[in-house]
């Protein structure tokens, strides 16, 4: 972050030792041992299924039909593949085919080489009197005599981004019958662009389409948090008096209340339930974690130490334990403790750590993590997870610019996070063992990426 852009901002960094918004750059190798456990840990070890995506079959002769068709075939496809649990037969090995029906399958053709596919998804896609009509299909390539294994229809106005929501919902469809765990291709991800002036929040769908701001606010807004009913979005907010958290509906459009305390208070956080939120705020004096009740009410302090605490997140499985950045030993590291500051643990072994984001499993810390911090110290800033119980790590990204702020996916299969090079920041998913990695945001200066719960 650029300290010219305000004089608060500037105090505000001097404050924190610049822990919290600037970093340096390190990182350890990881072991074989420990790439294999963490794919086996995020259920990304398993045998993947091979799954085969047929071009939708045009329904009617409407002149909107052959573009909502494109749209669909492009981001049904793109859903699949990103899911990180298929093995997509590539459209060049798939048969020349478009079949639209039940009637219309050959599923020797599919199950054979060279596409040799285990599943095919199929169907139909029309538009007739303003509306988009989609019947699709899911066939086990493998059995002749019940070979359906889904059947949906759905329908929506014939407009781009409905074709787009539909390849979502049926994708996801697919992804929670054949992996196990809801798809991702529905949810959103929260984030901080300064493409139109100064940073605010904006919104995108997860693969980075639909791309919209969301807050207007005078100040800077940093830190959005959706709330787990995706109602809501907790950020923080540089404003006349200072940094405070700030409380945006997403329903009504508009900030709404929510109680603040004075002095810097950033970095909200929720709880799994949506009940209660997790911040920094140095309202006594040095910069400590308190917790309070959705509206800002109920405030309580959690920790007590000199040294600034920051970056607090719920573990989603309980919310019954924290985890959080702490300078009480000079550079950052992340610790865990219980809700009500108990059984503090300090979970990395030095270098400068921060930005922690719990899996939903409750089993995996994410972070940025600086393990050779210093003048002329080898390697960059890197994301990397850890096992809470074993303090095993791995890591994910490897001197590819510095990376920040990861954020698990709802399905535990995936991360979001920053990207800086030369300057300039982007944001990025990668499945969670650190492969697949994409870029999802072109242009401005994007950050600090949130991804909702659902």
């Not at 538009?127 to 059995?143: A, C, I, P, W």
């Amino acid at each position: 972050m650029n300290k010219s852009e305000n004089p608060q901002l500037h105090s505000f960094l001097k404050l924190f030792s610049l822990f919290i918004f600037l970093f340096s750059a390190g990182f350890a190798a990881p072991s074989l041992h420990a790439q294999d456990w963490v794919r086996t840990g995020t259920n990304l070890g398993v045998q993947r299924i091979r799954l085969a995506a047929a071009d939708f079959k045009p329904g009617t002769m409407d002149a909107q039909t052959t573009p909502l068709k494109t749209v669909f075939d492009q981001t049904f496809y793109t859903d699949l593949k990103n899911a990180g649990i298929f093995d997509m037969v590539s459209r060049s090995m798939a048969p020349p085919v478009m079949p639209g029906s039940p009637q219309e399958i050959n599923l020797t053709q599919w199950s054979a080489a060279p596409s040799s596919a285990e599943m095919v998804a199929f169907g139909a896609i029309g538009v007739s009197g303003g509306r988009v009509n989609v019947q699709g299909y899911l066939f086990d390539t493998k059995n002749a005599q019940t070979p359906q294994v889904l059947g949906k229809q759905y329908s929506d106005n014939a407009t781009e981004e409905a074709a787009r929501q539909i390849a979502h919902r049926f994708a996801d469809e697919i992804i929670t019958r054949l992996g196990g765990v809801p798809g991702i291709a529905e949810t959103k991800i929260y984030f901080v662009s300064n493409r139109s002036g100064n940073k605010q929040i904006w919104a995108m769908d997860y693969d980075g389409e639909n791309e919209h701001q969301l807050t207007h606010v005078s100040g800077i807004a940093l830190s959005p948090r959706v709330s787990p009913d995706n109602s809501r979005v907790a950020f923080s907010e540089l404003g006349k008096y200072g940094w405070s958290i700030r409380m945006y509906s997403i329903e009504l459009g508009r900030l709404v209340a929510f109680s603040s305390w004075t002095g810097t208070t950033i970095t909200p956080a929720w709880t799994s339930d949506g009940s209660k939120l997790a911040f920094s705020s140095s309202h006594s004096g040095d910069p400590e974690i308190y917790t309070c009740d959705a509206s800002g009410g109920s405030q309580h302090r959690v920790t007590a130490f000199r040294g600034p605490d920051s970056s607090p997140v719920w573990n989603p499985k309980t919310n019954s334990q924290i985890a959080w950045v702490s300078g009480r030993t000079s550079l950052p590291q992340i610790y865990i403790m219980d809700a009500d500051g108990a059984n503090i643990t300090r979970m990395t072994d030095g270098g400068y750590a921060t930005s922690p984001s719990w899996s939903p499993n409750g089993q995996f810390l994410a972070f940025a993590w600086n393990r050779h911090y210093g003048p002329g110290a080898p390697g960059g800033q890197d994301i990397y997870i850890m096992d809470i119980a074993s303090k095993r790590w791995v890591q994910l990204t490897h001197e590819e610019g510095m990376n920040d702020f990861p954020s698990w996916s709802p399905d535990g299969r995936h991360i979001v996070f920053q990207r800086e090079q030369n300057g300039h920041s982007e944001l990025w998913s990668m499945l969670a063992d650190g492969t697949q990695q994409q870029q999802l945001t072109h242009g401005g200066s994007n950050s600090m990426p949130n991804w909702s719960w659902k």
